[in-house]
């Protein structure tokens, strides 16, 4: 392995590096045993070829298939683009034969020329049918798409540039459940999902994402090939990642579009009968907070009933499938039972989440109140533990690896989060977790292979602990003195990382009067070209909120000081993670520690890691929010950094700052 290691490294131009070689052969170890494997890997260890090489070589050797599933299409792209055609020329010797690869995406991604060539559109928003330029402006997006195909080799949505909205892509594509399937279609033999599956059939390595990976766990058909091994890179994400699959939603508009597509198919008075159900539930959710909700209420109840009974009609009013039928009917008949599944599914859904006590529940349920949309039910999971433990881990040999994977200085909040025992196979007894038993199941390692940067000598750890508490009118004036005389000291060069859009907002106004500093925000423009202004002019500050904590990679002196407002807990009123600590409180643990806590310290490794992104980097990561210092569950949020030299006083910080903007 470690041979083959090597000449993959060279085949890339890369560095050899201690933490890599390690992770390699544990991979390969895990391979050969079948035992799973967590791999904590800092930033610059190179953890991509750490895995891909044993993994290649182990499809090649076994001739079998296997899986690499990622949270972002960025790391796609890193491995598709460069990563594996690389390696493909380099290991094509030493393996006996070129490793092919292939990267698969879920239907919905792909153009249908049936739905493009049969005009069975999907119904318009309620809005755009009477807004006559919204109605316009989707006529335009799906007549470029109708030039498009004629064009493009694989139908893959990624490809289309510029690309087009979600409304319009619905018009020309299907999901899973609404597909004829190849052998019915009149198109199948040139349809480029089963051509994007039939590729990966064939390839050694596929790679995926992490949400098609839920769904062909979560669904009673196969999506992936066979496949023997699935590797999770950015594995920290995976438990929402499936969540979000695994999340259901009912509106009003989605019950009057099923009945819409049920009318043309089947008895108009059983379609009539949906769409009165769905008229009384537009008028119930519109009543309803904007909130989790803890108990239904018996008028939505009957009327989820009735949506229920009404959708489970009109399948029943469609009959039998003729497999004889004309293609328009088939198609049709096909786009409407989806659609009437999907309703009575999660009709089903949302009436049972609420038949068992706290402690038991497998869903939560809320009601969303988000601009622009209409108001809906959802219920997600309260945990995938279960799902993963048996339909990933029950099945395959998995890999998970990512820069952050131990957590209060253990792998076990994450490995609880998957569904694995704790880290040492004992019993899950820690503060965050349920007292009553541990967690059974499949035997796994965790390792730490560590990081090639040398933490207590490249940055500084600032805890602002004379600061006062964090309040909810907005950042204290003493926060945004400490911010500009940090972002002063440091020449610019400065991330900021708020918990809420309207914290970064109010820093921005507030600070632009006060220093002569360039300041970005996010939202002001595309987040990629705000970052790489960033990333161009060393003098200039980017301030943001969610998506910039995980999704800032700029090495090198435009970045040198990234400041966290306050501990990035989930908010009170948050559906899932407020649902999810009650449940750990009802059978006995400590809901705080298990889930906000565990959330924020996720976050905030996350966060800080944009500080350091090569060897030569070099900065502070300053934290305003004293807690982190003053708190009892500070330790454990501390425990999941990085070793920074760690001080509270301002200036030492700002004297380092000075000589860091000097030097660069």
Known sequence: MSELLATAVAAVGGTERPGQVAMAEAVATAIRTGDHLAVQAGTGTGKSLAYLVPALRHAVEREATVVVSTA???????????????LEKALEKPLGRKPTFAILKGRRNYLCLNKLDSGMQDEPDD?????????SALGREVTRLREWVSDTETGDRDELNPGVSEQAWRQVSVSARECLGASRCPVGTDCFAEKGRAEAGRADLIVTNHALLAIDALQGFQVLPEHDLVI?????????????????????ASVAAAARRAGRVCDQELADRLLEAGDGFALLVEDLPEARLDSIGE????????????????LSGLGPDQRNSDVEVATARKLAQSQLDEVHDTAVRLLRAFETDDAHRRDVVWRTGETNRPPALKAAPLAVSALLRERLFGQHTTILTSATLTLGGTFDS????????????????SEGAATDKSIEGPKWTGLDVGSPFDHARSGILYLAKHLPPPGRDGLPPSYLDELAGLMEAAGGRTLGLFSSMRAAKQATETLRK??????????????????????????????????????????????????????????????????RQRAVEARGGNGFLSVAATHAALLLAQGTGRLLRSTEDRGVVAILDPRIATARYGGFLRASLPGYWTTSDAEVVRAALRRLDAAS
């Open 514 to 579: 006060r220093t002569e500093l360039p300041i970005l925000c996010q939202g002001e423009d595309a987040t990629a070209l705000l970052v790489r202004k960033f990333a161009e002019d060393t003098a200039t500050c980017l301030f943001g909120t969610l998506s910039l904590w995980q999704g800032v990679d700029v090495p090198g002196p435009s970045l040198q000081l990234v400041v966290v407002d306050r501990l990035p807990f989930p908010r009170p009123d948050d559906p899932l993670a407020s649902a």
């Open 232 to 252: 999770v890179d950015e594995a920290h994400d995976l438990v929402d990642r499936v969540t979000s699959a695994a999340t259901a939603e009912l509106t009003a």
């Open 127 to 135: 809005a755009a049918l009477f807004d006559p330029f919204a109605v």
């Open 299 to 314: 008028p939505m109840a009957n009327t989820l009933a009735a949506v229920r009974d009404a959708a489970y009609a009109c």
């Open 414 to 429: 994450m490995a609880r989060s998957w569904g694995l025992p704790a880290e040492q196979g004992e019993s899950v007894k």
């Open 72 to 86: 972002t299409i960025a790391l796609q792209r890193q491995l598709i683009d460069r990563d594996l055609p690389r």
